[in-house]
C-alpha cells in the first residue's frame, strides 16, 4: 500500500538579519491513510511550522511533498484548490481562529461556500450533519464563539476542517488551550472521527501523555530537525537519543512510592540561525563527545526505530 503522503527532505528557512532561521530542516517521513504520526518537542522545534509548510500555508525552502503519489511542492493555484479539500488543520486556539461575528452554523458552512459546489439547501442539511458529527447540539446553531466553552469551540473547528471531506488534517496542539476534562472529549472524538471517516492526523503537541494515547508513530523533534521516529509503544519503552530521555524523564507519575530520575538539561541552546554541522542538542547533552561535532544522520537501531545519534547504541 502506497502511502497517503510522504515528506522528502523537507526545509523552510527564514531570513533574520544578516542569516537564516532554520525551523524545519530536511525532514523526511511517511504516513499512511488512517494512521496519526505524533509531533513533539519544545516550543520553537519547528512542529507548527512544519505542518504549515506541509499544508502549503508556508513556501518550503526545498524538499518534496507527495501527497496520494504526486508531487505537491509547487502546486499550480488549481491544484492547491483541490489539495486543499483534502489536507486541513485544526488551529491551536479555538477563540482566535473563529469570526467572532459569524454564527456557529456559518463558521460550519463557509468552507462549503467558498466550495461553490451545493445548493443552499444542500449546505444547510450538511451543516446540521456536521454539526451531529462532531457532538455540537443543532440549538447552537445560532450562538456566536463568545458564547461557548472552550470544547464547543474546538468542536466548531474541528467540524470545518471537516466540512470538505479530507484525508490529512493537520492537529496543531487542538487541546492545549482546554481543561483537562475537555482535552479528554476533543481527544476521543478525534479518534472515533479517524475510525469512522479513516482520516490521517499529524498530531502537533509538547503534551507526551496525548501523544502516547493518540499517536501509532512518534516523530521528535529538535530544533528543526528530526532526532528519533518510533512507534509510539516502542518510544516510550526504548527512548534513544538523549533528548527523548530527557523530555520522558519529565512526565509526572502517579504514584508516590515510585520515583524515576529527573534528566535535567543544562548548557545554552543552539542558534537555529545558520547552525553548524553536527547534533544541535549536543552543547545540552550529557554524553556528549567530539564525534557530535560531526552531521548526524538517522539510523534505524532497531525495526522502524531510527535515531540520530553517533552514540545512539551507548546510552541506553
Not at 527564514?14 to 537564516?20: H, V
Given at each position: 500500500m502506497s502511502a497517503l503522503l510522504e515528506v522528502r527532505g523537507l526545509k523552510k528557512y527564514?531570513?533574520?538579519?544578516?542569516?537564516?532561521l532554520h525551523a524545519v530542516d530536511d525532514i523526511n517521513f511517511t504516513l499512511d491513510e488512517g494512521k496519526t504520526l505524533g509531533v513533539v518537542g519544545e516550543s520553537g522545534c519547528g512542529k507548527t511550522t512544519?505542518?504549515?509548510?506541509?499544508?502549503?500555508?508556508?513556501?518550503?525552502?526545498?524538499?518534496?511533498?507527495?501527497?496520494?503519489?504526486?508531487?505537491?511542492s509547487a502546486p499550480s493555484k488549481k491544484e492547491l484548490v483541490r489539495m486543499r479539500e483534502k489536507m486541513q488543520m485544526i488551529f491551536q486556539d479555538p477563540y482566535s481562529s473563529l469570526n467572532p461575528r459569524m454564527s456557529v452554523s456559518e463558521l460550519i458552512m463557509e468552507p462549503l461556500l467558498l466550495q461553490g459546489k451545493l445548493t443552499k439547501t444542500q449546505i444547510m442539511q450538511e451543516t446540521s450533519k456536521l454539526m451531529d458529527l462532531v457532538g455540537l447540539a443543532g440549538r447552537y446553531g445560532s450562538a456566536y464563539p463568545h458564547e461557548l466553552d472552550g470544547g464547543r469551540r474546538q468542536r466548531i473547528g474541528v467540524a470545518r476542517a471537516l466540512a470538505l471531506n479530507p484525508k490529512f488534517i493537520v492537529c496543531d496542539e487542538p487541546v492545549s488551550a482546554l481543561d483537562v476534562s475537555i482535552q479528554a472529549q476533543i481527544i476521543n472524538l478525534l479518534l472515533d472521527l479517524q475510525e469512522r471517516l479513516g482520516l490521517a492526523y499529524m498530531f502537533v503537541t509538547h503534551d507526551l501523555s496525548v501523544v502516547k494515547y493518540i499517536s501509532d508513530d512518534i516523530m521528535v523533534m529538535y530544533l528543526g530537525q528530526m532526532v528519533e521516529k518510533a512507534p509510539s509503544e516502542e518510544l516510550f519503552v526504548n527512548p534513544t537519543h538523549p533528548y527523548t530521555q530527557a523530555l520522558l524523564s519529565a512526565i509526572p507519575v502517579p504514584n508516590l512510592s515510585k520515583r524515576k530520575e529527573r534528566i535535567i538539561m543544562q548548557g545554552e541552546i543552539t542558534s537555529p540561525i545558520d547552525p553548524k554541522p553536527g547534533c544541535r542538542f549536543k552543547d545540552r547533552c550529557r554524553y556528549a563527545a567530539p564525534e557530535c561535532g560531526e552531521p548526524q544522520i538517522l539510523k534505524e537501531t532497531s525495526p522502524s526505530h531510527f535515531v540520530a545519534c553517533c552514540k545512539s547504541n551507548s546510552h541506553n
Open positions: 527564514f531570513k533574520s538579519g544578516g542569516g537564516w512544519l505542518g504549515r509548510v506541509i499544508l502549503r500555508l508556508l513556501e518550503p525552502t526545498e524538499g518534496q511533498i507527495i501527497f496520494e503519489g504526486e508531487d505537491r
